[in-house]
């Protein structure tokens, strides 16, 4: 059942398709970024086995609904005795640019550590990218509602019906 405003002939059912089609985006976009920081730990598991260092760099995905997906980079550090190790990390700094990590910031990590952020990084940057962009279009949406709420074609509770905070309220 489509919901159309006469006086514009406008489409309302367009935000339960734009926010459907956004939500699609994300949930993919996230989907390769978990893939591939599978990927990167699939090749720290396979040096593991092989008897090799595991190194001290590891990567995570960080993912909340409707904003911008984190990948982001960290330092391992072992603390304890020998049978009873935690493990702790501290996230790498990203620096000016907000998607992508300079190789600088490798520098302290071993040779094949700074090989395998340089493999990944790239690909993670146009993810971040991509993450954003999505995320700029959520905003623009959201915008675009208020406007049309302000203007007296949508009405409030219209406006209001995906937005979870004001559920919560």
Known sequence: ME????????????????????EEQEALITQEAQTMVDNFWAQIKERKQAGE?????????????????????????WVGPKDDKKLFSKAIPKGRNRNKYPMQRFSGFTEWEQELAEMFEDDFARLREVSGAVSDQRKAMDKAKKAYEAMGY????????????MEEA
Not at 60 to 69: L, M, N, P, Q, S
């Open 53 to 77: 260092n595991e190194g001290r760099l590891g990567v995570r995905v960080i993912d909340r609904a409707g904003y911008k997906i984190q990948i982001v980079w960290y330092r391992k550090r």
């Open 154 to 165: 949508i009405e409030t509770a219209l406006a209001d019906a995906d937005d979870p905070e």
């Open 3 to 22: 919901k159309v405003c006469k006086a514009m002939d406008f489409n309302l059912d367009w935000f339960d398709q734009m926010e459907q089609i956004l």
